[in-house]
């Protein structure tokens, strides 16, 4: 059974840093490209970064680019989202995913369940 686990997120505020885990197990890591994604209260899921799985294929979308880092440990089967000079329009509710590299949801075929992160001004 394949599971993701996020965590890390919470309350911050403006211009301050966070750093979001996504920890997956049941499938090998090492194989997927990992991708995040963010959903604010109203709004579509956006595409947010995604890592290859190779780790040294990024890309980022323009809104936080500069701002949020992405690395992967394949032998702990995590990635890591570290978010940083976070404004309040950061906030939603922040998922990882598992699946074919790419910037769309569809190219992914594994979620997990989402951890908030609130930025306040």
């Known amino acids: 059974q394949v599971q993701l686990v996020e965590s890390g997120g919470g309350l911050v505020q403006a211009g301050g840093s966070l750093r979001l885990s996504c920890a997956a197990s049941?499938?090998?890591?090492?194989?997927?490209?990992v991708g995040w994604f963010r959903q604010a209260p109203g709004k579509e899921r956006d595409f947010v970064a995604t890592?290859?799985?190779?780790?040294?294929?990024?890309h980022y979308a323009d809104s936080v680019k500069g701002r949020f880092s992405l690395s992967r440990d394949n032998a702990k089967s995590t990635v890591y989202l570290q978010m940083s000079t976070l404004k309040p329009e950061d906030t939603a509710v922040y998922y990882c995913?598992?699946?074919?590299?790419?910037?769309?949801?569809?190219?992914?075929?594994?979620w997990g369940q989402g951890t908030q992160v609130t930025v306040s001004s």
């Open positions: 995913a598992l699946g074919i590299y790419g910037f769309t949801s569809g190219r992914y075929d594994y």
């Open positions: 890592i290859g799985w190779n780790t040294g294929t990024t």
């Open positions: 049941g499938l090998t890591f090492s194989r997927y490209a």
